[in-house]
Nanobody, 126 residues
Framework: QVQLVESGGGLVQAGGSLRLSCVASGRTFNGYAMAWFRQAPGKEREFVGGMSWSGGLVVYADSVKGRFSISRDNAKNTVWLRMNSLKPEDTAVYYC???????????????????WGQGTQVTVSS
């Protein structure tokens, strides 16, 4: 049984930073791309950033470029999302996702991901 567990969310003031973690368990994730999505109340789930297994492909949403960064440690089945210069509009539930078949063209699409975490709340106050 595959599990993705996120942690690290919380309440932070605008301009602050947070680091989210996602730990995968239940099977080997060799070859899996991992990504972060977020969903604010009343809005659709949106892509934040993603990284291929090798790290050779890294994609960010325009809204977070230059502020967020993704890293991963495959030996630990862990991916992180470092979020700097947070804004109130970054407030959302953040989800980790994993899939072995996403490509550069499909990495941003939620429907392409088979495995999802339960989400962690990030709230940025103004």
């Amino acid at each position: 049984q595959v599990q993705l567990v996120e942690s690290g969310g919380g309440l932070v003031q605008a301009g602050g930073s947070l680091r989210l973690s996602c730990v995968a368990s239940g099977r080997t994730f060799n070859g899996y791309a991992m990504a972060w999505f977020r969903q604010a109340p009343g809005k659709e789930r949106e892509f934040v950033g993603g990284m291929s297994w090798s790290g050779g492909l890294v994609v960010y949403a325009d809204s977070v470029k230059g502020r967020f960064s993704i890293s991963r440690d495959n030996a630990k089945n862990t991916v992180w999302l470092r979020m700097n210069s947070l804004k109130p509009e970054d407030t959302a539930v953040y989800y980790c996702a994993a899939d072995p078949a996403v490509t550069r063209l499909t990495m941003t699409l939620p429907a392409e991901y088979e495995h999802w975490g339960q989400g962690t709340q990030v709230t940025v106050s103004s």
